[in-house]
């Protein structure tokens, strides 16, 4: 069975931009979730998809959305880019949520 | 609101001891536990999780036990090899609304075996 897949793996941004990251999670997975990791606050959950439906949100400004798609693939989405957005953001996922979660590598945003 | 802390946040040790990571948690109220590993430059892999209703987990060299009552977990490490250098992290998952919330991460610990 193939891993949870994160595009792209590396990205290098403008303030001011927006970008769009994309996470493919194991297959019949229904249950994925998104973190951001930086050097300073650690790790901190940003939201939370099932069946296509936000079940949870962390607490991030709303520049941060996401979505999930039908066959449960999910992108986020960062709008106005700030240089304290950089950092490694993290997809998981899992058959329902609350259990034991499948990691991807992570998508690394640089913003410039 | 949930935190997490982590002690110590940095261990290094000779190959072949034993030794045990620490995990505090303000909030009992929790759906389960889980530790992790991470790699530099790779994502998490999860190595155990502990339901709210259990006390310990066990898998291979590694033991997690959990008290809720006091909001601790510990995590032990049997016969450590040099393989074991990692960060290892510890997240709570709580209650919110109707189901599961989002996992509340700890800092992590560093740890270094020396061959």
């Known amino acids: 069975k193939a891993g949870v897949t994160q595009t792209p793996r590396y990205l290098i941004k403008t303030r001011g931009q927006q970008v769009t990251l994309s996470c493919s999670p194991i297959s019949g997975h229904r249950s994925v979730s998104w973190y951001q990791q930086t050097p300073g606050q650690g790790l901190q959950f940003l939201f939370e998809?099932?069946?296509?439906?936000?079940?949870n949100k962390g607490n991030f400004p709303g520049r941060f959305s996401g979505r999930q798609f039908s066959n449960s693939r999910s992108e986020m989405n960062v709008s106005t880019l700030e240089l304290g957005d950089s950092a490694l953001y993290l997809c998981a996922s899992s058959p329902r949520g609350g259990e034991k979660l499948f990691f991807g590598s992570g998508t690394q945003l640089s913003v410039l | 609101k949930q935190e997490v802390t982590q002690i110590p946040a940095a261990l290094s040790v000779p190959e072949g001891e034993n030794l045990v990571l620490n995990c505090s948690f303000t909030d009992s109220a929790i759906y389960n536990l889980q530790w992790f590993r991470q790699d530099p430059g790779k994502g998490l892999t999860s190595l155990l999780l502990i339901q709210s209703s259990q006390r310990e987990q066990t898998s291979g060299r590694l033991n997690a036990s959990l008290d809720k009552s006091s909001g601790r977990s510990t995590l032990y490490i049997a016969a450590s090899q040099p393989g074991d250098s990692a960060t290892y992290l510890c997240a709570v998952i709580g209650y919110s609304g109707g189901g599961a919330d989002g996992l509340t991460f700890g800092k992590g610990t560093h740890l270094i075996i020396q061959p």
């Open positions: 998809y099932f069946s296509e439906t936000q079940r």
